[in-house]
């Protein structure tokens, strides 16, 4: 079983930054990725960025130049740099392990960009 705890999420004027963490624990995989989702309120859920275990991180085109995702110093630990956010930015987000063909979610982390 894996479990993923994430954080980092609340309130953020335009133009501002914020920095999603994610920390996966339990039966991890020596190969994984990990990566982000958000939904926004009466949308589908969007993928927004993964990065592998070995590899290089992609990024949607929507979050690309904005958003960076990362690995932390601490094993199986993600995190989600959010710059320059949008109001159109404002959605749950989700953090998602990947191995094996199987999909484990967080309970998501609400960001919300308004003045």
């Known amino acids: 079983q894996v479990q993923l705890v994430e954080s980092g999420g609340g309130l953020v004027q335009p133009g501002g930054s914020l920095r999603l963490s994610c920390a996966a624990s339990g039966t991890i995989r020596t190969i994984n990725a990990m990566g982000w989702y958000r939904q926004a309120t009466g949308k589908e859920r969007e993928w927004v960025a993964s990065?592998?275990?070995?590899?290089?991180?992609v990024t949607a085109d929507s979050v690309k130049g904005r958003f960076t995702i990362s690995r932390g110093n601490v094993r199986n630990t993600v995190y989600l740099q959010m710059n320059n956010l949008k109001p159109e930015d404002t959605a749950v987000y989700y953090c998602?392990?990947?191995?094996?063909?199987?999909?484990?979610w967080g309970k998501g982390t609400l960001v919300t960009v308004s003045s």
């Open positions: 998602v392990y990947t191995s094996g063909g199987l999909n484990i």
């Open positions: 990065i592998p275990s070995t590899g290089s991180a």
